[in-house]
């Protein structure tokens, strides 16, 4: 999908959700980081965009730098986001990638192409969904409402 029909798709809770995940940008990764401005890793730009679009999520910190098997998929769904095709998803979807052979990070969709922390560049980015991109995404998830 073009990205000027994805920005024409934002729902009033995608657009805060993205708006909370842009007020991360900049900030240096940190494994397990909850913290803008001081140090996030990819579940804390997720948290940090929940918690501004209202959303109370539970914040789960059990994981390593590599999590292993379902455990996103899990967690995702367990705060209760819902599967949806990873190529029909849309500004404010959380976008699931698998890097190796597990599904291990994930980034906010927006009309641009996508938010996360970013370790190999260190910090929390904004970029377009690059090939690269598009062939690790494996599954999205859907906020009730987006």
């Known amino acids: 999908m073009a ?18 995940a842009r007020t991360c940008l900049g900030t240096p990764f940190r494994h397990q980081g909850r913290e803008p401005g001081l140090g996030l890793d990819c579940i804390g730009v997720i948290v940090i965009a929940a918690r501004a679009a209202g959303f109370r999520p539970r914040d789960r910190r ?17 705060a209760g986001l819902h599967p949806v095709d990873p190529a029909e998803a ?31 560049v260190g910090r929390v980015v904004e970029h377009r969904l690059s090939p690269d991109w598009a062939e690790a995404l494996t599954a999205a998830y859907r906020f009730p409402g987006v």
């Open 3 to 20: 990205e000027t029909a994805l920005r024409r798709r934002q729902t009033p809770l995608a657009r805060r959700l993205i708006a909370g």
């Open 62 to 78: 059990d994981y390593g730098r590599i999590p292993r098997g379902t455990l996103l998929e899990t967690a995702l769904a367990a």
């Open 90 to 120: 849309v500004p404010g979807d959380v976008l699931v990638f698998t890097l190796d052979r597990w599904p291990r990070h994930v980034a906010l969709r927006t009309g641009r192409g996508m938010i996360h922390a970013w370790g190999q």
